[in-house]
């Protein structure tokens, strides 16, 4: 028996929620690993984040298959349309479904935000550690001979004199 449009879109969506939680779990895993700097984690968590990006990105154009087939717009705005269409109890079991999906893509939003902050700040001290090895410090707080703040101080590599 071939499943009707609210079946099918009830079942991606839970499909959706299912693996963006997944993701979440994820990410914030990675924030842990990223805080205690443990590559390995890191790692394993790339590696399974893709999969999930990936299977979200299926979901969401086997959605908008069913809401076009159905006579929806796609996006948003034909979803919002699709459940306007339902029995009230249907449009209340499909925005549940959708109110913890827009959750979790949030958090999902929000951890990535703050993973890529880490990410960033680690870079700029790998880049500024590496600078001061090279004798290259971008930004050095010192004085010149004459007493003067400068930020053309030239220095021997540190890696050169070991």
């Known amino acids: 028996m071939a499943m ?11 499909a959706e929620l299912d693996t963006a939680s997944q993701l979440l779990v994820l990410l914030k895993g990675e924030r842990n690993a990223l805080t205690e700097s443990n590559a390995d984690v890191m790692n394993e968590m790339s590696a399974k ?17 069913v809401l076009q087939t159905a006579g929806f717009s796609s996006g948003k705005e034909g979803l919002e349309a699709f459940v306007e269409n339902q029995t ?4 209340h ?7 913890s999906l827009r959750e979790a893509a949030q958090g999902c939003r929000e951890n990535n935000q703050i993973n890529g902050g880490i990410v960033n700040v680690n870079r ?7 600078s001061i090895l090279r004798g ?3 930004n050095p707080s010192s004085y010149g001979p004459g ?8 220095r021997q590599p540190l890696l050169g004199r070991v």
């Open 4 to 14: 009707t449009s609210l079946q099918q879109i009830q079942s991606i969506l839970q």
């Open 49 to 65: 984040k893709q999969p999930l990006l990936v299977k979200l990105e299926q979901l969401g154009r086997q959605r908008e298959s």
């Open 88 to 91: 009230a109890q249907d449009a």
């Open 93 to 99: 079991r499909l925005n549940r479904v959708l109110d």
């Open 124 to 130: 700029q001290y790998l880049q500024k550690a590496m």
């Open 136 to 138: 290259r410090d971008v």
């Open 147 to 154: 007493g003067e703040y400068t930020s053309q101080v030239v």
